[in-house]
């Protein structure tokens, strides 16, 4: 998700800010994750995902009820996950999200994605096209409106080439949340990795996230960091996260400390599998 008419709220940093903050980010991880791995317990890697089912998970299409798989936007083939538009004349926004059953607190997610070569909609956003994410640390399917379109979360963006122009996959977006980069609220609603590659459709891509029981979080693309950031709280300024403002309201700019996780359809055929977990524990 990356809607430049949805980000004024946040303003915009220098590209050469940006970078060298990530940067710094990055190298300031290489100490810290030594240090994380010292100070927690992991528990055994599990599949979240049966490889033939849906068993598990429950879909949330924007302008339909929680639990309802619209025409089909997830099914199971051959032990992927997939995004499909083929029961789909447009879009007409109905941006959706796959959630698992059960909230999670501190762990390491680690699946494989890669978007399809065709299949997405002529309507859809020339923001959204080759464009997905894995939410986490959100809201529940039931507690969204039925018109919602993104949950209340952090998402880990995934994106696919789109032209000549570099489109790194592995941004932060921050729906109905905030963030910080060593201190320092994101400035963003999406902030783009320094260090990350432009992957072709069609390619397979191995995507970790590390949620750690002291609240801070990383992103890996292929085994590399490519960000690290802490303190989500919810953010009652949000205007991304629409028809979530009751929910922000009714708790304040708390921090979360557990969520769902969810994938996400947003207009272009995405794949995904292997999707694992391991919870982790403070020790």
Known sequence: ??????????????ALALAAGTLLACLAFGAGSQAGAETVKAGPWRSLFDGRTLDGWTPKVAKHPAGENYRQTFVVDHGVIRVSYAGYDKLDGQFGHLFYKTPFKAYRLRLTYRFLPEGGLPDTPAWARSNSGIMFDAQ?????????????????????????????????????????FDGVTAKDHCTKPANAPTVPNGTWVK??????????????????????????TLDPDDTVAGGAKPYILARGAQPIKEGY???????????????EIQELTAR
């Open 207 to 232: 995507a970790e996230l590390d949620v750690l029981p002291n609240g801070e979080i990383s992103q890996k693309i292929n085994g590399v960091v490519v960000h690290h950031y802490a303190n989500v």
């Open 140 to 180: 529940s399917p039931e507690s969204m409106t039925v018109e919602q379109p993104f949950p209340v979360s952090i998402e880990f963006q995934l994106l696919g080439k789109e032209g000549d122009a570099p489109r790194p996959t592995g941004a932060v977006c921050t729906p109905g949340t905030n963030i910080t």
């Open 261 to 275: 996780i969810a994938l996400q359809s947003e207009g272009h055929p995405i794949e995904f599998k292997n999707i």
């Open 1 to 14: 998700m990356m809607n430049p008419s949805q980000s004024v709220r946040k303003r915009r940093v220098s």
